[in-house]
């Protein structure tokens, strides 16, 4: 027998013959069987490690606890705060599952927020964002271009993610994106444009991988690309992507299929009434394909949710009741120059009329705040006051003709 046949594994005992191959270390030797079981053993290791530390940086909490803390922050909403903590819930279940050859997949479950101007739809991401202490990044869709025109690349989204992540890419590969303004890259019709539609339907063909999930070769500093400069890659699978818009003119879109749907004999007698005031609560998948959203993105969004409008009774509980609520950051700031401060139930319901009113939505209590306060917070600083006490007329007196209509221009 010779010398290369009396060789064998140190590991599992295999003569140099049974093996492939056979790598000779200083006192022992290895097969290519022990090297292929030792390689998966390490993968296993390093997942398993990943895992726990994604479990240890995440606060995961179950739906109902989710949604519990976002009615700490915001006023009604309860349908879309539930659909968001599912989705939510389910997607990070996903990221802390350990994965082998014969589980079934999960897949990304993509959220679309359609509502007004105001209703809280990126309050609502912010709000998850904190809670799940992950990195959160707001882009506006409307600077966003097709790949070499000017504008921002799709890849630009990317950038702000890694920059809330302080550049760590692991982190930032489970982070949160929302996407604003979605509804300004629909196409300009339902029929598939002959011109090139750079804004629009380009922007939307480039949005598919990353929503999807691919390594993209992303500019650490944003920008455009060039062919020297340094590229981080960022695998998306595991960024939960949440996009929000007005749709303005939807509920045009929605009202029309409803009203085809109750023709003819197939239409029941018995069925709930339509609220023409709140139309967007009907919204389907098909109504933002004839807004202008194309199919392939509408199917990388499959958890799509709604905003109410906000009404006179959510505007007042709004003023007070969030944890972080216009009139308690008032009474902070009075607090922190030692004033007492305190608006009646008359002043109050005086700002949500004129909000109601004008239009002004959430945004605008703020700013009709603003508008009554300021005098206030210029002088009392440098006064002996300790107590401030806001009544209707004040208000009243505040709020002139001219204030309001710049307010609501400025809306």
Same mark, same amino acid.
Do not use: W
């Given at each position: 027998?010779?010398?290369?046949?009396?060789?064998?594994?140190?590991?599992? $005992?295999?003569?140099?013959?049974?093996?492939?191959? #056979?790598?000779? &270390?200083?006192? !022992?030797?290895?097969?290519?069987?022990?090297?292929?079981?030792?390689?998966?053993?390490?993968?296993?290791?390093? !997942?398993?490690?990943?895992?726990?530390?994604?479990?240890?940086?995440?606060?995961?909490?179950?739906?109902?606890?989710? /949604?519990?803390?976002?009615?700490?922050?915001?006023? &009604?909403?309860?349908?879309?705060?539930? !659909?968001?903590?599912?989705?939510?819930?389910?997607?990070?279940?996903?990221?802390?599952?350990?994965?082998?050859?014969?589980?079934?997949?999960?897949? +990304?479950?993509?959220?679309?927020?359609?509502?007004?101007? &105001?209703?809280?739809?990126?309050?609502?991401?912010?709000? %998850?964002? /904190?809670?799940?202490?992950?990195?959160?990044?707001?882009?506006? @869709?409307?600077?966003?271009?097709?790949?070499?025109?000017?504008?921002?690349?799709?890849?630009?989204?990317?950038?702000? #993610?890694?920059?809330?992540?302080?550049?760590?890419?692991?982190?930032?590969?489970?982070?949160?994106?929302?996407?604003?303004?979605?509804?300004?890259?629909?196409?300009? $019709?339902?029929?598939?444009?002959?011109?090139?539609?750079?804004?629009?339907?380009?922007?939307?063909?480039?949005?598919? +991988?990353?929503?999807?999930?691919?390594?993209?070769?992303?500019?650490?500093?944003?920008?455009?690309?060039?062919?020297?400069?340094?590229? %981080?890659?960022?695998?998306?699978?595991?960024?939960?992507?949440?996009?929000? &818009?007005?749709?303005?003119?939807?509920?045009?879109?929605?009202?029309?299929?409803?009203?085809?749907? @109750?023709?003819?004999?197939?239409?029941?007698?018995?069925?709930?009434?339509?609220?023409?005031?709140?139309?967007?609560?009907?919204?389907?998948?098909?109504?933002?394909?004839?807004?202008? #959203?194309?199919?392939?993105?509408?199917?990388?969004?499959?958890?799509?949710?709604?905003?109410?409008?906000?009404?006179?009774?959510?505007?007042?509980?709004? #003023?007070?009741?969030?944890?972080?609520?216009?009139?308690?950051?008032?009474?902070?700031?009075?607090?922190?120059?030692?004033?007492?401060?305190?608006?009646?139930?008359?002043?109050?319901?005086?700002?949500?009329?004129?909000?109601?009113?004008?239009?002004?939505?959430?945004?605008?209590?703020?700013?009709?705040?603003?508008?009554?306060?300021?005098?206030?917070?210029?002088?009392?600083?440098?006064?002996? =006051?300790?107590?401030? =006490?806001?009544?209707?007329?004040? @208000?009243?007196?505040?709020?002139?003709?001219?204030?309001?209509?710049?307010?609501?221009?400025?809306?």
């Amino acid at each position: 027998m010779s010398k290369e046949e009396n060789l064998q594994c140190s590991f599992c $005992g295999r003569k140099k013959p049974e093996t492939d191959l #056979l790598i000779a &270390g200083l006192d !022992a030797h290895i097969c290519d069987k022990c090297i292929e079981q030792a390689h998966g053993i390490v993968e296993e290791e390093i !997942a398993e490690a990943k895992t726990s530390s994604l479990s240890n940086d995440l606060t995961l909490k179950k739906p109902t606890e989710i /949604k519990a803390f976002l009615d700490e922050y915001i006023i &009604g909403q309860n349908q879309t705060k539930k !659909a968001m903590s599912v989705a939510v819930y389910n997607h990070y279940k996903r990221l802390l599952q350990t994965t082998n050859d014969d589980e079934v997949e999960i897949e +990304k479950s993509n959220i679309v927020l359609v509502g007004e101007t &105001g209703t809280g739809k990126t309050l609502v991401a912010r709000t %998850i964002a /904190k809670m799940l202490n992950v990195p959160f990044s707001i882009v506006d @869709a409307t600077v966003l271009t097709q790949a070499g025109y000017v504008g921002e690349d799709v890849e630009s989204i990317l950038s702000r #993610l890694l920059q809330a992540a302080d550049y760590d890419v692991e982190k930032a590969e489970r982070g949160i994106v929302f996407i604003d303004e979605i509804d300004k890259i629909a196409r300009k $019709g339902d029929n598939p444009s002959i011109t090139r539609d750079v804004s629009g339907e380009g922007v939307q063909q480039a949005l598919l +991988k990353l929503l999807e999930g691919a390594v993209v070769n992303v500019a650490p500093k944003g920008g455009r690309k060039h062919p020297e400069q340094k590229f %981080i890659e960022v695998n998306t699978k595991d960024i939960l992507f949440i996009a929000g &818009g007005a749709f303005s003119g939807i509920d045009r879109i929605i009202s029309k299929r409803l009203n085809m749907q @109750a023709v003819g004999y197939s239409a029941s007698i018995d069925e709930d009434k339509i609220d023409e005031d709140n139309l967007l609560q009907y919204i389907i998948p098909s109504d933002l394909k004839s807004f202008g #959203l194309i199919p392939e993105i509408i199917g990388r969004l499959p958890v799509l949710s709604y905003m109410n409008p906000l009404d006179a009774k959510t505007l007042r509980a709004i #003023l007070t009741e969030p944890k972080n609520s216009i009139i308690k950051q008032y009474t902070k700031l009075f607090g922190m120059d030692g004033v007492e401060f305190t608006m009646t139930e008359e002043a109050l319901e005086y700002v949500v009329d004129k909000a109601v009113e004008y239009k002004l939505g959430a945004r605008g209590l703020r700013s009709l705040c603003e508008a009554i306060l300021t005098d206030a917070m210029f002088e009392l600083p440098s006064s002996d =006051v300790k107590e401030f =006490v806001v009544t209707k007329e004040y @208000a009243e007196a505040k709020l002139t003709k001219t204030a309001l209509n710049k307010l609501k221009a400025a809306s």
